[in-house]
């Protein structure tokens, strides 16, 4: 299962938490064409769809009906469901992928979280020992999921998951993943594992305290209490274990941390701070690197890649095996590295011991789009110019900064644009 397949869109819009669109004040749609610039995302295109919008739910009938959704329940579910259009304006939206990391984390790792996140762990003491013991997996990651997800369930979303998901089937740039999501939802309310009113939450799809979409939810949900339901909605047991059953069969390793914090020191060749340079702990303390605080790795032995998203310019992290996995949860880097960060806090761990460049003035999209374009017209690769910044966009910029004869570190600033530019 794909990143991307697992959480389309978690965007922190407005309070800037987990849910997506969650407790958004109802607004129409704007009227605007996609900010993606897709064939789909037009304006006349979105129009056109939404005058088409109940032919296209007559025609995923027959798809409901191959997974044994019964058709009055199919009528029950749909009947009188109109387009939630307002959707269309938030789908190329993603703050994870636009926002400064430092901003994203400042918004997502707060006192109050830690305090809330350690009283949802005292409180459910118990359901959280039996899944460590089933699982495996860290009780602070399932708790960080939790909190930045919902809030710990304050903020699940207000959306109806049946309208959001068939609005989305039938309009839009994700046609054909959403149409998955909506036959997904349908059966989980033909199974009997939730009911309708409990199919509540963000304009994705994704719905209660950990946000699970539809599909997610078919593939790793768990009756932990034994009610002969899948309840990941209003049963603790249910949600803290299905989590952490997506986490173990996505690979999470036992016993072992998501990443730490480290030094990283003048000079360093940053054409290695790239995922498929993996070293052991040994050999990045070889080329210079500390763990901040001045702490030994636990395991010389453990492999890691280097992961520096201001740049020389702020902190590295050596990302072990876990953040691949927090990362198949939700696809960017900075929402693993919250979720990571704020794990260690919720167990006592210290802040980020060194300084983030708050100067640094955030590229706007139409500037990191410029910045892709100007790139890819120099040669370099940086796939469909989208305006968010991954890896492989890191990858082409480090390359040009170092044809330039700057450090190449792959952290976009202003001053670099205007290098592209040729100014």
């Known amino acids: 299962m794909s990143a991307v397949r697992l959480r389309l869109a978690v965007a922190l819009l407005l309070a800037g938490l987990g849910s997506a669109g969650a407790q958004d004040a109802p607004r129409p749609w704007s009227g605007a064409s996609g900010a993606s610039g897709h064939p789909l995302m ?5 129009r056109a769809a939404a005058a088409n919008f109940r032919n296209c739910l007559e025609e995923i009938w027959p798809l409901a009906q191959r997974r044994n959704v019964p058709r009055p329940l199919f009528d029950q579910l749909l009947a009188g469901v109109t387009p939630d259009l307002r959707i269309m304006d938030l789908l190329d939206s993603q703050p994870e992928f636009t926002r400064a990391v430092w901003d994203y984390l400042d918004i997502l790792v707060t006192d109050e979280r830690i305090a809330d996140g350690r009283g949802i762990l005292a409180k459910h003491r118990t359901h959280f020992d039996a899944m460590e013991k089933s699982y495996g997996v860290d009780r602070h990651v399932i708790a960080s999921i939790w909190g930045i997800e919902s809030n710990y369930g304050t903020r699940i979303g207000d959306r109806s998951v049946i309208r959001s998901t068939a609005t989305l089937a039938c309009i839009g740039r994700r046609q054909d993943y959403f149409r998955d999501e909506l036959l997904a939802a349908l059966e989980i309310v033909a199974r009997g594992d939730l009911q309708p009113r409990q199919l509540i939450g963000s304009w994705a799809g994704a719905f209660g305290p950990t946000q699970f979409m539809p599909t997610v939810y078919r593939r790793f949900a768990v009756d932990a209490d034994g009610d002969g339901r899948r309840d990941v909605v209003e049963s603790v047991p249910d949600l803290i274990a299905s989590t952490a059953n997506f986490f173990k069969r996505e690979g999470w390793t036992a016993g072992q941390t998501w990443g730490y914090e480290v030094v990283v020191p003048k000079g360093f060749d940053f054409l290695l701070a790239d995922r498929t340079q993996l070293k052991t702990m040994q050999e990045w303390e070889r080329a ?7 702490k030994p790795f636990p395991r010389a032995t453990d492999r890691a890649f280097l992961l520096a998203p201001a740049g020389a310019q702020g902190p590295g992290f050596l990302m072990l095996q876990n953040f691949h996995t927090i990362m198949k949860y939700n696809p960017a880097e900075a929402y693993a590295l919250a979720i990571g960060h704020l794990a260690d806090r919720l167990r006592g761990g210290e802040p980020f011991a060194q300084a983030w460049p708050r100067h640094e003035r955030v590229l706007t999209r139409e500037e990191r789009l410029e910045l892709q374009t100007l790139l890819a017209r120099k040669g370099y690769d940086v796939g469909e110019p989208d305006g968010r910044f991954g890896p492989r966009t890191r990858n082409a910029l480090r390359a040009f ?13 202003a001053s670099m644009l205007e290098r592209l530019r040729g100014k």
């Open 42 to 46: 037009q304006a006349e295109a979105i």
């Open 401 to 413: 900064q170092a044809a330039v004869g700057a450090t190449p570190d792959g952290f976009a600033t």
């Open 288 to 294: 210079g690197l500390r763990r901040a605080g001045g």
